[in-house]
């Protein structure tokens, strides 16, 4: 695994690359060749309209989507080692949901200049830290240490409480406002400014290299619970700071592009299959498979049906579904 | 003068749940013996074990090895000296026997050519040499044992505490694994229910029953017919190093 990882990693970061690049060459503008290459090389007869689009609209739009997707890839990673659960994605302790109720509460109930002064993502991201304390204090339980399985059970719980919150201000809320809101529950990256990418990318990095320096504590996790203990390994303060990474990571992205969900399910499995699940290449290969995919499946957005756009929650879900059933049956074929 | 015993526990009590289970334990083991902890279901044998890795705080007592306090040993050191062979249930997709063994190695700062060395060699002791580049959520039950049990081997701590250790195996390999502890002449603590298999390899057996110690000594003494029928409830005694059971005592 160790030598397939030595070829398919470098491979990934040209695909990654070369994405990225198509990311930014195609969108909902057509541009000719000539005046791609201009833009790009900053000429100064480049059109000035569409070297904006380019460079503030396409750049960074599609480097924040690489870093969600690697961020969600990292932690949905992360989520499956520290509950010991292929099914455990970053959204599992219900931090997408407390996320979307005090988005759509703040789109729904706030006047536009309290929203436009905080800011949506700011809202969403304490949503998402709100319903993470909740269920970190569900799954408390006196003098011992948090259990996989009622950690699971609490963000489900949790989950459902703010789901019907959600689904309760849709229902109640203004037609023309809440469609506002639904857009942003769907997710999307448009709009990303440059300003909002070093905190995603210095997360991205920090936890990375925190968690690729334990890489052989998580491989021990995955052991089980007592063998990791017996190998020395401090499970319980292990647990809490993939959850605190997770929470950072998964809220930074929500606020950034709405709810994007499948990544940090799915890729995880997909580097998992190719590489095997050993922390040490499991983690860079998910990181930089999820924000290929992420990648291409928000160009697809924008391309699609151009000058629609899609959102990507949309596209993902119908893409997520076919690997996600292979996976089923590999883990079937397991049993 | 008397060295201090490899593994020293001392009025060790732990609560489970908020409650006692384990009350006033103590027991010695000198370097190089293998000692059994040895008693019904429910006993505390387990809670013990898990006590002596570091997975339960106690709630009074203490354990010592060398003289030496665990608490005083840092993790990852105390898991150098103190390896366990443990039942548990991991989540192994995408894990090979290969990367079974090389975690247990790499947890305590192995690696390189050592690490592919000790490996190999406890992969061939266990049988599963040909299939170290398998998926291990497709091992049975008993390789999947014999894997855990090729990391301790691998790893070779100082004080091994084996938690019931012949769980799935094959009478072949029961008798190869506890062979090959024995041959290593290390400090061994751990539960076995197969009594047969304790008057074999145990140089010295401790009977427990409700969180006590009741009894301890050699295995003819300690597996005795009136130990049988009173913690066992089987009528039943140990003749040379076989077990003739009568039947179960019915109450």
């Given at each position: 695994m160790q030598s397939r990882f030595l070829v398919l990693f470098p491979t990934a970061m040209v695909v990654m690359v070369l994405v990225a690049i198509a990311g930014i060459l195609w969108g909902t503008a057509d541009i000719s060749w000539s005046d791609r290459v201009a833009i790009l090389?900053?000429?100064?007869?480049?059109?000035?309209?569409?070297?904006?689009?380019?460079?503030?609209?396409?750049?960074?739009r599609v480097l924040a989507v690489g870093l969600i997707g690697a961020g969600l890839a990292l932690a949905g990673a992360l989520m499956q080692t520290a509950l010991r659960n292929p099914m455990a994605d970053p959204y599992l302790m219900g931090l997408s949901s407390g996320a979307s109720a005090a988005a759509v509460a703040a789109i729904i109930w706030l006047p536009s200049e309290v929203t436009e002064t905080v800011g949506v993502p700011l809202i969403a991201f304490s949503g998402a830290a709100l319903a993470f304390l909740m269920t970190l204090g569900l799954s408390q339980q006196r003098g011992r240490q948090l259990d996989p399985l009622i950690v699971i059970l609490a963000g489900v719980a949790v989950s459902l409480m703010f789901q019907s919150v959600t689904a309760f201000f849709l229902y109640i809320g203004d037609p023309h406002v809440t469609r506002n809101a639904l857009d942003w529950l769907m997710g999307t990256a448009a709009g990303t400014e440059w300003r909002e990418l070093p905190l995603l990318a210095l997360a991205l990095v920090v936890i990375a290299g925190v968690f690729l320096m334990r890489a052989n504590a998580l491989d021990a996790t995955l052991l089980g619970e007592e063998r990791a203990q017996a190998l020395g390994i401090r499970t319980g303060r292990l647990r809490v700071m993939i959850f605190v990474a997770t929470v950072v990571l998964t809220g930074l992205a929500v606020s950034v592009a709405g709810i994007v969900g499948f990544i940090g399910l799915i890729v995880p499995h997909m580097a998992r299959l190719l590489v095997g699940a050993r922390h040490r290449v499991l983690l860079p290969l998910s990181m930089v498979l999820g924000a290929i995919v992420l990648i291409a499946v928000d160009l697809l957005c924008r391309t699609l049906l151009a000058p629609e756009e899609l959102p990507l929650g949309v596209l993902l879900a119908l893409f997520a579904a076919p690997p996600f059933i292979l996976i089923l049956r590999g883990l079937r074929r397991a049993v | 003068?008397?060295?201090?015993?490899?593994?020293?526990?001392?009025?060790?009590?732990?609560?489970?749940?908020?409650?006692?289970?384990?009350?006033?334990?103590?027991?010695?083991?000198?370097?190089?013996?293998v000692h059994c902890l040895l008693g019904p279901n429910g006993a505390g044998k387990t809670t013990v074990l898990r006590t002596i890795y570091r997975a339960e705080r106690p709630a009074a007592g203490e354990i010592a090895a060398d003289g030496r306090d665990i608490e005083d040993y840092a993790y990852h050191e105390w898991a150098r000296k103190c390896g366990a062979l443990v039942q548990s249930s991991g989540l192994l997709a995408g894990l090979t026997p290969s990367d079974i063994v090389e975690i247990g190695l790499s947890a305590l700062g192995l690696d390189g050519v050592d690490l592919v060395l000790r490996r190999d060699e406890a992969l061939k002791l266990v049988g599963l040499i040909q299939k170290r580049n398998q998926p291990a959520d497709r091992l049975s039950g008993g390789e999947l044992q014999r894997c855990y049990f090729a990391q301790l081997l691998a790893c070779d701590p100082e004080i091994y505490i084996l938690d019931e250790p012949t769980n799935h195996l094959d009478l072949h390999y029961q008798l190869v694994l506890l062979n090959e502890v024995k041959r290593r002449s290390r400090t061994v603590l751990m539960t076995l229910h197969d009594l047969n298999l304790v008057a074999r390899y145990c140089?010295?057996?401790?009977?427990?029953?409700?969180?006590?110690?009741?009894?301890?000594?050699k295995p003819a003494d300690v597996l005795s017919r009136q130990n049988l029928m009173e913690h066992f409830l089987v009528d039943a005694h140990l003749n040379m190093q076989s077990l003739v059971i009568n039947g179960p005592v019915l109450r």
């Open positions: 090389m900053r000429n100064e007869d480049a059109p000035r309209g569409l070297s904006l689009i380019v460079w503030q609209w396409r750049i960074p | 003068m008397q060295s201090d015993p490899a593994l020293d526990i001392r009025n060790l009590s732990v609560d489970v749940g908020g409650k006692p289970y384990v009350q006033g334990v103590s027991l010695a083991v000198p370097k190089g013996e140089d010295h057996v401790h009977l427990i029953s409700s969180g006590r110690i009741v009894d301890h000594g």
